[in-house]
C-alpha cells in the first residue's frame, strides 16, 4: 500500500482574470475549486493510474469538509485525523502574471499530533509513505522526522518532497525518492547554477548522503534521474502550459506508480514525467488519458554513469 501524508491540505481556488489591476474591481472570466495539498495532489494521480493509495494528514472545518467530500467523491481512500481549526485556502491568481496567496494553516495541538502518528503506525513492511509539502507553523520542528522513525521502524518505505532542514534531515535515512527541483537543490547546499552539468555534482551528492533514487525538475529543460547505475535526462514534451500546480505532484506519483509494480526506476522515471507534464498542460491534474497520449513520447538518455 502506498501512503501519503500531508500535514498542511487546502483548498487551492483558481482564479482567471484576463488583465489584473491591482487597487481596482477585477472580474474573474473563470475559477475552478480543487482539494490541494502535495500528498493530496499524489494520491489523485495514483486513483487515476489504478494504484492504490490511503491519503493521512490534516483536516478541519468546512473547507476540511470540502476536500474530504471531493477526494471520496474521486473514490480515494482517506483517513485524516480531524483537527479544530479551519483547513487553510491557497489563491493561484492567473493574468499576464501568476500570482499566488497561501494559507498559513491551522494551530496543531498535540493531541491531534499523536493521533496522526497512530494512523501511521498501521504501515507494514513493503509500504510506501510519501511525506510531502510544508508543515503548518505550529508543529514543532523535527515532526518529519518523528514520523520517518515510524516509518522506518515499520520496515516500510518512504519518500520525502519538502525543502530545506526537513530535506537535508531525511537523507541519512535512505528515502526511495527525494525530488527537488533546481532551485531547491541550489538553496539546499547553498549554491547557484548555471547549467545542467553543474547540477549533476549535487544530484550526486544526495545519492552519496542518502537518498536512492533522485528527480530533479528543471521546468523547460526537462528532469534528471540519478540513480546508482547512471544519471539519465528526459525530454521536454511540448503543448500549451495551463498550470505550475501540482506538476512536481503529478511526478512523484507516477514515478512510484510504476516503481512498486515494476522496481525499474527508468520506467518509472517515464511515467512521472508523463504525469507531471500531463498537469503542467492541464487546469486540474492530469488526466489518465492525458498521461497515456504523453507516455509514449517520452524520451530518457543516459548523460553519464
Not at 41 to 54: D, F, G, H, T, Y
Not at 72 to 95: H, M, W, Y
Amino acid at each position: 500500500m502506498i501512503y501519503t501524508v500531508t500535514l498542511n491540505p487546502s483548498i487551492d481556488y483558481i482564479v482567471h482574470v484576463d488583465d489584473f489591476k491591482p487597487g481596482a474591481v477585477n472580474r474573474m472570466n473563470k475559477d475552478f475549486k480543487f482539494p490541494g495539498g502535495k500528498g493530496i495532489n499524489v494520491s489523485r494521480i495514483l486513483k487515476r493510474l489504478a494504484v492504490p493509495s490511503e491519503a493521512l494528514g490534516f483536516l478541519g472545518g468546512f473547507t476540511g469538509g470540502f476536500i474530504k467530500d471531493a477526494l471520496q467523491t474521486e473514490g480515494l481512500k482517506c483517513a485524516f485525523t480531524p483537527v479544530a481549526d479551519d483547513t487553510r485556502i491557497n489563491i493561484k491568481l492567473k493574468s499576464t502574471e501568476e500570482t499566488e496567496i497561501n494559507g498559513a494553516g491551522p494551530n496543531i495541538t498535540n493531541e491531534e499530533l499523536q493521533e496522526l502518528k497512530q494512523q501511521l503506525s498501521k504501515v507494514q513492511s513493503g509500504d510506501v509513505v510519501v511525506l510531502s509539502g510544508s508543515a503548518p507553523a505550529s508543529l514543532r520542528k523535527g515532526f518529519y522526522q518523528e514520523l520517518i522513525t515510524i516509518v522506518k521502524d515499520k520496515a516500510a518505505d518512504f519518500v520525502i518532497d519538502t525543502t530545506g532542514k526537513d530535506l537535508a534531515d531525511a537523507l541519512a535515512f535512505g528515502p526511495l525518492l527525494v525530488k527537488p527541483n533546481n532551485h531547491e537543490l541550489a538553496d539546499l547546499y547553498d549554491t547557484s547554477f548555471e547549467s545542467i552539468a553543474d547540477i549533476l555534482p549535487y544530484g550526486k551528492r544526495l545519492l552519496a548522503d542518502g537518498a536512492r533514487h533522485v528527480i530533479i525538475s528543471m521546468a523547460g529543460d526537462g528532469a534528471l534521474l540519478f540513480t546508482d547505475e547512471g544519471i539519465y535526462q528526459s525530454n521536454v514534451l511540448k503543448r500549451p502550459l495551463k498550470n505550475s500546480v501540482g506538476a512536481g505532484d503529478s511526478m512523484i506519483a507516477g514515478f512510484i506508480g510504476a516503481f512498486t509494480k515494476t522496481s525499474d526506476p527508468l520506467t518509472a522515471f517515464k511515467w512521472g514525467v508523463a504525469c507531471g507534464s500531463g498537469t503542467a498542460f492541464s487546469d486540474d491534474l492530469a488526466t489518465r488519458e492525458m498521461i497515456d497520449s504523453l507516455l509514449a513520447e517520452v524520451v530518457v538518455t543516459k548523460i553519464s554513469d
